[in-house]
């Protein structure tokens, strides 16, 4: 069970992060252009937000199996994790980074209905949406990725 979930949140992080990608390029441009905020543009900021969704509840299914994660912590404690540079990534550093960029990106989506001009749209999911994708970036294990 643990290799076919962490199969599945491996290759559908490739989606999310393209996903996540093209939102912010997307919202970067709609800023620079000054463009209308189309429902293309909903659609792709709305698609980033469901994938974001779907990526946290594999990876916290992920989490409760992996002997890395929650297994590491409960048999070996937290001081233990703590100390070792690769458990702490995978028990701590990913999972909370990763939570916190999906509550950035929820929150900028939300924030992007509440605007009234095209430009606030924009940059609501532009400033919401690079920030998250900075912290996906700096936080996924390009190591062990597809191993």
């Not at 490739?14 to 996903?19: E, G, K, M, P, V």
């Amino acid at each position: 069970m643990y290799e076919t979930i962490k199969f599945i949140h491996s290759y559908w992080a490739c989606l999310t992060l393209l996903l996540i990608v093209l939102a912010t390029i997307n919202a970067l441009k709609g800023v620079l252009t000054k463009g209308d905020f189309l429902n293309k543009d909903y659609r792709v900021s709305l698609f980033a937000l469901i994938v974001t969704h779907i990526q946290i509840v594999l990876g916290c299914t992920l989490y409760t199996f992996s002997p890395n994660a929650l297994g590491a912590v409960i048999g070996n404690g937290m001081g233990s994790v703590m100390k070792d540079s690769s458990l702490r990534f995978f028990s701590l550093e990913h999972p909370l980074t990763m939570i916190i960029a999906l509550v950035l990106i929820s929150t900028g989506f939300s924030k992007h209905k509440k605007k009234d001009t095209s430009t606030q749209k924009f940059r609501a999911i532009a400033i919401f949406y690079s920030i998250a994708l900075i912290l996906v970036l700096n936080r996924i294990p390009w190591n062990s990725w597809f191993n």
